[in-house]
């Protein structure tokens, strides 16, 4: 630098690169690789001659930039979301022509994607997301077709004679949000084909479609579909659920799908949908449910895991999955019930209201469903689904919650409506799930473990039937055994409206393998939700660590928590020495401390 302060040698500070908001359209050759193995020159000649003669001239008529050519496409810059999609709708417009009557190996059909989006432009050239959001929307476009987003759409809604086929929410690949697309409808497109609408079945019916593969890795194309199979067989074992078989909902692969279509076509009230991606020595897996008819959203999550071990990780999303979808269905169709007259109910709509009101757990909940599961039987003595309700709220009634008045007649009742239910379909773990419960409340112990068993083998994601299996060990004396069922129906269903019982099982097994201290805090969490029993339990472990006084406390604020916690028929056991402790610890906690100690 001169003497006097010249800039001479000083360091210019790096242009920073300028982001904008820009209309960006990519395009590219359908099938242009296999074109290429058959005709490498011929093929680049082709796409020159519509570069210079369609692409070059309505980009220019619309004020778009190149930003750049690929070998099979070419990515645009528009200054307006309007000009863009009418530059799209020209080439493609223009395209058709070229290709109508062409042989087939002379045709060249291009996808489109448009978005706008904020953008990096640096060098000539731009990046950021909305450049991948476009790039991705192409890839999901029909040939000779265009795919725009949502942001786009709205941009253009009655400023382009267009009309448009909204899409949905797409799981795009490397996009860690799904963007809602929609198809630009062409006015050279073929009127579409008339597609049969099924009829819905009387069940919550539902079609999983095949998982995309996200990752830029292609052998995890197996392990996306490996999960999807696993979700049909899963959900599968729900007898109340009608699933449409991998065959037929894997047709969609590797077609941008609309699912409300997919509804018509398959006769399904719900289609669940998804995506893989590996990163590194880590795996993304996402789920969404959707109602097909208006593609609206009832429950979406995300999985993040280490590939340690691919088939655990496999069994584990499958389970995490399907015991979301139960209750997630559940809860659709009531609302959906919840708009029909009772007198247009089926028989299945009936169980469903039932099994409603009977997790209300409340008397008149219980009132309600009775009803409701014998007006199932009367409209269809066939079908098995009234009486599982009708043995669960019988024998439910009987025992935990004391609302019958007739113990004994409901308990009988129960398992023969049990038994009627397993002769109509032997494969409904609910069936098997009733009758043990029926069993085990009669004293009826081997019966009621084989058949808890058969509940948890017939369908293993069963929240109730490990429960249940869990709750018949327990009784029989083998309580070690029942804490692992109960910890994993908690797991199954951490938000289960009959929680508290869930937690007031575990509570049991704890005591009675002598865990008196764990036992105490699974007690405590089942008096949180609201589960009486709970008292007794917590008084008992808590005698039997010698803390007395605290004991006495827990069990004398709720008088009917002894009364049931004494009750014979809460106290099933094979054994009376396993009776015998848990009632003695009852006993201390009812003593109270020693006025002398």
Not at 6 to 24: D, F
Not at 41 to 53: E, Y
Not at 79 to 84: E, L, N, Q, R, T
Not at 311 to 336: F, G, K, M, W, Y
Request: proline share 4%; hydrophobic share 45%.
């Amino acid at each position: 630098m001169r003497a006097g302060g010249g800039l001479e040698g000083a360091k210019v500070a790096p242009r920073k690169p300028t982001r904008k908001l820009t209309a960006i359209l990519a395009a590219d050759v359908v099938g242009y690789s296999r074109m290429v193995a058959r005709d490498e020159p011929g093929t680049l000649q082709q796409f020159s001659t519509h570069l210079a003669s369609v692409f070059e001239p309505a980009i220019k008529a619309h004020k778009g930039r190149v930003i750049k050519t690929l070998g099979d496409g070419l990515l645009v810059s528009f200054g307006s979301v309007v000009d863009a999609l009418q530059c799209a709708v020209d080439v493609q417009s223009a395209m058709h022509a070229r290709n109508d009557g062409a042989a087939d190996d002379r045709r060249m059909d291009f996808r489109i994607g448009l978005h706008m989006g904020d953008i990096v432009a640096e060098k000539g050239d731009i990046f950021g997301e909305g450049v991948n959001i476009a790039s991705r929307l192409e890839s999901i476009a029909e040939p000779g077709g265009i795919c725009i987003s949502a942001r786009v759409h709205e941009d253009v809604l009655g400023r382009v004679k267009a009309e448009f086929d909204d899409l949905g929410e797409q799981r795009l690949k490397n996009m860690d949000r799904p963007v809602r697309a929609f198809k630009v409808r062409m006015p050279h497109a073929s009127a579409p084909a008339v597609v049969r609408t099924l009829a819905l079945p009387d069940r919550p019916s539902i079609a999983v479609l095949a998982f995309q593969n996200m990752s830029d890795d292609p052998t995890q194309e197996y392990f996306a579909d490996a999960i999807a199979e696993d979700l049909v067989t899963a959900l599968s074992r729900w007898r109340s659920f009608f699933v449409i078989a991998r065959n037929s909902s894997f047709i969609y692969k590797g077609h941008a799908v609309d699912v409300r279509r997919v509804g018509r076509e398959l006769g399904v009230r719900y289609v669940l949908e998804g995506s893989v991606r590996k990163v590194g020595d880590r795996v993304r897996v996402t789920a969404q449910l959707l109602e097909a008819a208006n593609a609206q959203h009832l429950w979406a999550e995300r999985f993040d895991s280490e590939l340690i071990d691919i088939l655990n990780l496999q069994d584990e999303i499958t389970r995490q999955v399907v015991q979301a979808i139960e209750p997630a269905l559940l809860q659709s169709e009531n609302v959906r019930l919840g708009r029909k007259s009772l007198k247009d109910y089926t028989a299945f709509d009936c169980y469903l209201r039932g099994v409603w009101q009977l997790n209300r757990v409340s008397r008149e909940g219980y009132l309600e469903a009775l009803q409701l599961f014998k007006d199932a039987i009367a409209r269809d003595p066939q079908m098995s689904f009234g009486y599982i309700g009708l043995a669960r709220i019988l024998y439910g009634a009987a025992t935990v919650y004391n609302w019958s008045k007739q113990p004994d007649e409901d308990l009988h009742a129960a398992l023969e409506a049990a038994a009627k239910a397993i002769e109509l379909d032997p494969n409904d773990a609910y069936a098997h799930f009733s009758y043990a419960g029926a069993a085990l409340y009669l004293g009826q112990h081997p019966t009621a473990l084989e058949a808890a068993r058969r509940a948890v083998s017939i369908n293993p994601n069963f929240c109730y039937g490990q429960m249940r299996y869990g709750q018949v060990l327990i009784y029989c004396g083998r309580a070690d055994e029942a804490i692992e069922p109960i910890e994993l129906a908690l797991r199954h269903s951490p938000f289960d409206p009959q929680i508290g019982a869930l937690y007031g099982a575990l509570a049991l097994a704890q005591y009675q393998a002598r865990h008196y201290p764990e036992a105490a805090k699974q007690a405590r969490a089942a008096i949180e939700h609201n589960f009486v029993s709970g008292y007794a339990i917590l008084a008992a472990a808590l005698a039997r660590q010698g803390r007395i006084e605290e004991a006495h406390k827990a069990l004398s604020p709720n008088l009917m928590a002894r009364a049931v916690a004494e009750s014979p028929r809460l106290a099933t056991y094979a054994s009376d020495a396993d009776r015998d402790h848990f009632l003695g610890g009852i006993m201390l906690a009812s003593a109270g401390p020693n006025p002398g100690g």
